[in-house]
């Protein structure tokens, strides 16, 4: 019993909890989807772009989308956002004046998601039909026109699934942005768990921490489930009227 004691002292401490959620409210939970929403559109952007120059007819764009994908793909996250965060940062601070790593932060998650959307991306558009782009060269579409209008559409909605799995693992890698020492009001919800653990030498934070990314990640799982099982099985049947229902305008036959 002590040992359970002990460890729900250590876990679970509520006032410790209590403490530290006003500041998670309204510093860390703001922080951290800015920084996974912000890293997200715009890793969605370039990863689309990637997508198109790997399936290019250009084996300079094929090549250069593939070397971007494998490098960012094979790297550490912490090890990108350091190099990322502390490397460009002096740069960054010359031309803008300004002392925040936070921009830093979110190149770098936009980075690292663009090589993982764009795989995405590329795979949905493959996977589309050849007959598809075929039909509308046939239709008078040029080559342009047709991958924008009616293949790469057609892809993208066959991948929305893996795209908000891809948004999930943004949220929980906003995490490691933290070491590169955001600034008070610029700290997410792991940094104001780590600082809080530190001041009180207790874990409860951590949980208060874990409690918030579960309460976004596990809604998002479902739905992303939700999505993949709507896209296998399309909408359901629209439900026949019963035939023995009496027909609307006419009234009860006799």
């Known amino acids: ?5 002990r460890l729900g002292e250590t876990f679970l401490d509520w006032n410790k909890i209590a403490e530290v959620l006003p500041s998670m409210f309204a510093v860390g ?14 890793g969605a952007f370039a990863g689309l772009i990637l997508a198109l120059m790997g399936i290019s007819r250009n084996p300079v764009a094929r090549w250069a989308a593939r070397v971007y994908t494998d490098v960012f793909r094979g790297l550490p996250a912490v090890l990108t956002i350091l190099v990322i965060g502390l490397g460009f940062g002096p740069i960054f601070r010359e031309m803008t004046g300004s002392n925040s ?21 590329r795979s949905g558009i493959q996977s589309v ?23 790469v559409p057609q892809g993208i909605r066959r991948v929305l699934p893996a795209l ?21 009001t610029e700290r997410e919800l792991f940094q104001i768990g780590q600082d ?10 951590y949980v208060a921490a874990a409690i918030f990314y579960l309460a976004m990640t596990i809604p998002l799982t479902h739905l992303v489930n939700y999505i993949d099982a709507r896209l ?12 023995a229902a009496a027909v609307v305008g006419k009234g009860a036959q006799a």
């Open 164 to 184: 908000m799995n891809q948004f999930i693992a943004l949220i929980k890698d906003s995490s490691l942005v933290f070491t590169l020492g955001l600034l008070a």
């Open 196 to 205: 809080a653990a530190a001041r009180s030498g207790n874990l409860s934070p």
């Open 101 to 121: 790593p936070y921009p830093m932060g979110v190149a770098a998650l936009a980075l690292m998601a663009a090589a993982y959307t764009g795989e995405i991306f």
């Open 1 to 5: 019993m002590d040992f359970l004691t």
């Open 29 to 42: 939970l703001p922080n951290t989807l800015v920084l996974a929403i912000t890293s997200g559109l715009i």
């Open 232 to 243: 296998r099985t399309g909408r359901p049947e629209k439900k026949e009227p019963d035939d």
């Open 129 to 151: 039909d050849k007959g598809q782009l075929e039909a509308s060269r046939a239709l008078g579409f040029g080559y342009g026109p047709s991958m924008r209008l009616v293949v």
